[in-house]
C-alpha cells in the first residue's frame, strides 16, 4: 500500500492536470437533479435507470459504470440536504489536502472496485447484485477524514460538537449494522447468496479506504512501544547507513539534496528549500510541498 500510494502521489506530480477539480461538487449537483427529476417521474422507474445493474450493463448500458453515484439514497429532502452538506464538506477537505488528481484516484477506484465486484459476483454465481447508489463510497470519505484530520471538530446536525474520530466511529457501526442486516435477510426468505452479495457491498467500499489510507491508519493504531522502538532502530542503524550511500549517490549525479515524492534536486531549483522528515525510516529528504505532504517511509 505504501509504495502504491507514492507511485500514485509521483503520478500526480508529473500529470498536475490530472483530475477533476471539485468533483463532488458534481456529485452532488448530479445528485440534487436526479432527486428532482424521480420526484417528477410518476413510473418510479428513473432512478432505476442510473443504478448499476451488472446484466443490464454487460449487454450495453455502459453508463451505469458512472451514473449511480448520483442516485440519492434518501428520499427524504432533510436527510438529503444533511448527507450531501457533509458529503462536499468532507470531499472538498481531502481534495483541498490531497489534490484534484489524487481525490479524483481515490473516488474513481472506489467506483471501479464496487463495479467490478458486481461484475464478478454475477459472473460466478449469475445472481445480479445491483449498485442503486454511491452510498457506501461517499461514506467512506468520513472514513479518510478522521484518519487525517481525528480531532477535528465539526457540527452534527449544525449544532452538536463532534469530534471527527467518533463520527466514524458511528459510521463504522453504520456499515455493521448494514452489513448484518442484509445478510440475515437471506434467513427471512431472500436467497442467502444473493443477501450475501448484497451484505459484501459495504466492505467493498472500507476496502478502497484501505488501499489508500490504510498506512495512516496503521500508523495511529500502532503500539506506541512498537512505533518509538521501529523509529529509534530506523535512526540508529538505518539511517547511518542509507546516509552514506545517499550521500554518494547525489555527490556522483552532481546534487546534494532530492525530493523523494517529486523528484526535485537543489541542482535544478537552487532557490528551492529542502527537509528530512523525522518520522521517515532511513535519510529521506522532501521538498517545501512535499515534507508536511508524504507517505512515511519504514524500510
Not at 535519510?283 to 519504514?298: E, L, M, P, S
Request: proline letters at 4%.
Amino acid at each position: 500500500m505504501r509504495r502504491l500510494n507514492q507511485k500514485i502521489d509521483r503520478f500526480c506530480w508529473d500529470h498536475p492536470r490530472f483530475g477533476i477539480p471539485r468533483l463532488m461538487l458534481f456529485i452532488i449537483g448530479g445528485n440534487i437533479l436526479v432527486y428532482l427529476i424521480s420526484m417528477m417521474d410518476r413510473t418510479g422507474t428513473f432512478a432505476g435507470l442510473l443504478s448499476f445493474q451488472p446484466a443490464l450493463f454487460c449487454r450495453g448500458q455502459i453508463w451505469r459504470l458512472v451514473t449511480f453515484v448520483f442516485v440519492p439514497n434518501t428520499s427524504g429532502i432533510l436527510w438529503l440536504a444533511i448527507s450531501l452538506y457533509f458529503y462536499y464538506f468532507i470531499g472538498s477537505s481531502l481534495e483541498n489536502a490531497w489534490g484534484a488528481g489524487r481525490f479524483t484516484i481515490y473516488y474513481l477506484t472506489g467506483m471501479l472496485l464496487t463495479c467490478l465486484y458486481s461484475l464478478l459476483f454475477y459472473w460466478i454465481t449469475k445472481l445480479p447484485v445491483p449498485v442503486t447508489s454511491g452510498y457506501y463510497l461517499n461514506m467512506s470519505l468520513f472514513f479518510a477524514f478522521a484518519t487525517l484530520w481525528p480531532d477535528q471538530m465539526v457540527l452534527l446536525f449544525f449544532f452538536i460538537p463532534l469530534k471527527m474520530k467518533w463520527l466514524a466511529w458511528a459510521d463504522v457501526a453504520l456499515f455493521a449494522v448494514d452489513f448484518f442486516r442484509l445478510l440475515f435477510s437471506g434467513a427471512r426468505g431472500m436467497l442467502f447468496t444473493y443477501a450475501l452479495g448484497l451484505a459484501l457491498i459495504p466492505v467493498v467500499a472500507v476496502g478502497n479506504y484501505l488501499l489508500f489510507c490504510g498506512d495512516w491508519l496503521f500508523d495511529r493504531i500502532r503500539p506506541s512501544r512498537v512505533k518509538n522502538r521501529a523509529q529509534q532502530r530506523a535512526r540508529t542503524i538505518q539511517f547511518k547507513q542509507a546516509a552514506k550511500k545517499t550521500q554518494a549517490q547525489q555527490q556522483a549525479q552532481g546534487y546534494t539534496r532530492k525530493c523523494a515524492v517529486c523528484g526535485r534536486t537543489d541542482r535544478d531549483y537552487p532557490d528551492l528549500e529542502f527537509r528530512y522528515c523525522s518520522r521517515c525510516a532511513g535519510y529521506h529528504c522532501f521538498c517545501i510541498d512535499h515534507i508536511n505532504n508524504h507517505v512515511h517511509f519504514t524500510e
